[in-house]
């Protein structure tokens, strides 16, 4: 527990202490909230409109689920 405390207070005053730091650091998090809310949205958008272009697909597919499920 005292290691961990230790860890903890060596990382809080290191980013107490940053100045230009703490800026580049919110600059780094918001481009990687972006990025990953952008890939989500774009790239691995996959739901059932997505995947399945026609009604018969669609229908088919929950078909075959709907008897995998019994």
Request: net charge positive.
């Amino acid at each position: 527990m005292n290691f961990l405390k230790s860890v903890f207070n060596l990382y809080y005053d290191g980013f107490r202490n940053l100045t230009i730091g703490k800026s580049l650091w919110k600059i780094v998090i918001i481009k990687l909230i972006t990025i990953l809310v952008v890939l989500n949205i774009f790239v691995y958008d996959k739901n059932f409109k997505s995947e399945y272009k026609t009604k018969e697909e669609k229908q088919d597919f929950v078909y075959k689920n709907m008897i995998k499920g019994n």
